[in-house]
């Protein structure tokens, strides 16, 4: 027996959205809880067929970027934030979706090279600990020759070029003849590595020991490339003492620079994985490291620390009538009516406080006072005077009507949106420990209307 009548499905095959509306925040937008992302109108059975879709394609990519913001804002401006999360996350649209809003939320690059063709994001990435142990010796590498940066010249034999700068670097009397015999199996994989990638070598330098191995053997390839013109890219640590291992690479770093003249290697960049979140970032900033680059994965794309982003979606309205949904948690009770929201900016530039007004009042203007109130405690109201007024909500599809729709701006775009609005809010909204909670209000006017609509609403109990 059929599940549902197949007329349905002749329904939905035929559905007309034309005379739907959505309205939305613009995207790389920060947003509080109780503030609509979106308004949509329509006929009330299209309207909620789009309910599933829209809540769903909203609340995974609103809590992957918000996530990514976090961590940018813990690691601060100046590092390099790379999304690593592609084999961690949950399936391959989960793992596209997830380079794209980890991009919005402020990372620079994804390891995910679909991704990266889709959306236009930069790629960077390394080879595996698995390349490395899959050579066995320098003799395994067949083509050997490699020719300079300027193309003036060809090196027919690097691997030799890399034995000769390994043998320096160990008697050196700068570095105090710290480095003894070496993984030979790791400098091949690196030599061949370079040899494949001599603009961008970044090697993976935790195979065997870090700094018995890893080190010289990048040390000696990097110099190599260096007689060729090439300039490498860096080091990536993948487990271990992350703050001690990478304060000691950049001391070896600056010791070569200093021996053999190279100018520029002691800032070799370090980059730093294995299973990083906000508490690890936070606690090596403490710490104190070198690390200029943050490879991030799981916690990242998965949002281990929150798992699920709770977006709702409710009728306010029907034919002109305001609807409400009552609970006995204050914090499930829907705001009724079309709405219209501004936020309202003070003197330093910060906003002050979001408000929810009736779509039939006037709007909040620069200047002007205006009483805001908490939408259901009654102490809670205050006088505002914002120097500067946003409205939020902008028409993105205006179905029949002749609204003007609002473009539809590049990644790159909104990604520069996210980080200015974040740049915008003041600092205690957004520290890590007991962070100011941000005000959202309502008018005087909604905030009567939801009062008395609650009341007509709720049935009135009887005690017997």
């Not at 003197?347 to 259901?376: N, Q, T, W």
């Amino acid at each position: 027996m059929p599940i549902c009548e197949g007329a349905f499905f002749d329904y939905l095959r035929e559905v007309d959205c034309s005379d739907v509306e959505v309205y939305s925040i613009p995207e790389g937008s920060v947003v509080f809880p109780k503030v609509p992302l979106m308004r949509v109108e329509g006929p009330v059975a299209v309207v909620q067929l789009l309910e599933t879709p829209f809540v769903n394609l909203i609340n995974y990519a609103s809590l992957v970027t918000t996530n990514a913001a976090r961590h940018r804002h813990v690691a601060g401006k100046s590092k390099v934030l790379l999304e690593f999360g592609l084999r961690r996350a949950q399936g391959p649209d989960g793992a596209i979706s997830a380079s794209k809003y980890c991009f919005m939320g402020g990372f620079d690059a994804t390891s995910n090279v679909l991704a990266g063709h889709l959306f236009g994001i930069p790629l960077r990435g390394t080879h595996s600990h698995a390349f490395v142990s899959s050579y066995m010796s320098l003799d395994e590498i067949p083509d050997k020759a490699l020719r300079s940066k300027d193309g003036s010249r060809v090196c027919q034999d690097f691997v030799s070029l890399v034995q000769e700068w390994l043998q320096k670097i160990q008697t050196a009397d700068s570095l105090g003849g710290v480095f003894g015999d070496t993984n030979k199996s790791e400098l091949a994989a690196f030599a061949s590595y370079a040899l494949a990638f001599p603009s961008n070598f970044l090697a993976l330098v935790d195979t065997y020991d870090v700094m018995r191995s890893g080190i010289p053997n990048f040390c000696a390839v990097a110099l190599a490339l260096h007689d060729l013109g090439y300039k490498a890219s860096g080091i990536r640590l993948d487990s271990g003492d992350l703050a001690y291992l990478s304060i000691e690479a950049r001391k070896v770093f600056h010791a070569v620079e200093k021996e053999f003249n190279v100018p520029g290697f002691a800032k070799m960049v370090i980059t730093a994985s294995n299973d990083l979140n906000e508490e690890t970032i936070d606690a090596l900033n403490k710490q104190g490291h070198e690390v200029d680059a943050f490879g991030i994965g799981t916690y990242l794309v998965t949002c281990y620390s929150q798992a699920a982003l709770g977006c709702v979606f409710k009728l306010v309205e029907i034919n002109n009538r305001p609807r409400i949904k009552l609970s006995e948690d204050v914090a499930k009770v829907s705001i009724p009516c079309k709405k219209r929201c501004f936020r309202l900016y003070g003197k330093e530039g910060y906003p002050l406080v979001d408000i929810m007004i009736r779509e039939s009042e006037p709007s909040p203007k620069a200047g002007e006072r205006i009483l805001c109130r908490h939408p259901f405690i009654e102490s809670k109201r205050a006088y505002v005077v914002p120097q500067h007024v946003e409205e939020l909500l902008q028409c993105y599809w205006p179905g029949t009507s002749d609204k003007p729709r609002a473009e539809l701006p590049s990644l790159e775009k909104i990604r520069s949106r996210c980080m200015q609005q974040l740049e915008k809010l003041r600092p205690d909204h957004i520290r890590r420990l007991n962070p100011t909670p941000y005000k959202v209000s309502v008018s005087a006017k909604l905030y009567d209307f939801i009062h008395c609509l609650w009341l007509n609403e709720a049935p009135v109990g009887e005690l017997q």
